[in-house]
């Protein structure tokens, strides 16, 4: 079957870095999204990686390996408003999306 | 600005009542949208993929006569939740891509419906 797994929730201190994994299973790969959920709305885009390596943007970054079904997003000098929900989703071979349940970080003053 | 405009954003309705949800694209067209439900602390579950001017593809437990998905324009997805029971509760969001098959989703503002 296809699974997600990521940690249901992270607390970090204001200013900080952490670093949140998600490792994937899927029927073929086409890519990695990762999205940022507050509570209430709507995710939004942070980023997409399909090759190995890491993409940085901004305070934020991105990890994937691919032969190891793993990738990690790196959040740098936190504030208090990226506390939110961050969600991995893997595109498999039919371009469907499969969806971690999210990781919920907490950040603390 | 948001390229995906979602309507209404909150509704409350009497149990056996009909909700209409829209989704529209705003300055692209989007021959495909989807629909997602979202229960409290727990990730996105895909509906259905609603497809411009053919029929949605639901997915596997999802009944397609109690959620119709009309998609009669490439700018507009509508969902409708018939004769709905509390247990029909949650967020609903809404998403389209941007053309290429690859690119990530906008995401709607969501529509947090709550049944009585």
């Known amino acids: 079957g296809q699974n997600i797994d990521q940690p249901t929730e992270m607390t970090a201190t204001e200013g900080a870095i952490v670093q949140i994994n998600c490792t994937y299973q899927?029927?073929?790969?086409?890519?990695l999204f990762w999205y940022q959920q507050h509570a209430g709305e709507a995710p939004t885009f942070l980023s997409y990686?399909?090759l190995d390596g890491l993409e940085e943007k901004g305070r934020f970054s991105s990890f994937l390996s691919r032969s190891k079904g793993y990738s990690y997003l790196l959040l740098k000098e936190l504030q208090m408003k990226d506390s939110a929900s961050y969600l991995c989703?893997?595109?498999?071979?039919?371009?469907?999306?499969?969806w971690g349940a999210g990781t919920k970080l907490i950040i603390k003053p | 600005g948001a390229v995906v405009s979602q309507h209404p954003s909150r509704v409350i309705c009497k149990s056996g009542t009909s909700v209409k949800i829209e989704c529209r694209s705003l300055?692209?067209?989007?021959?495909?949208m989807f629909w997602y439900r979202q229960f409290p602390k727990q990730s996105l579950m895909l509906m259905a993929t609603?497809?411009?001017?053919?029929?949605?593809?639901?997915e596997q437990g999802v009944e397609k006569d109690k959620f119709l998905i009309n998609h009669a324009s490439l700018t507009l997805s509508t969902l409708t939740v018939t004769s709905a029971h509390p247990e029909d509760s949650s967020f609903y969001i809404c998403s389209a891509g941007m053309g290429q098959i690859a690119s990530p989703l906008h995401f709607g503002n969501g529509t947090r419906l709550t049944v009585t």
């Open positions: 609603s497809n411009e001017g053919s029929k949605a593809t639901y």
């Open positions: 990686n399909v």
């Open positions: 899927t029927s073929g790969f086409n890519g």
């Open positions: 989703a893997a595109l498999d071979s039919n371009y469907q999306l499969i």
């Open positions: 300055d692209f067209q989007a021959t495909t």
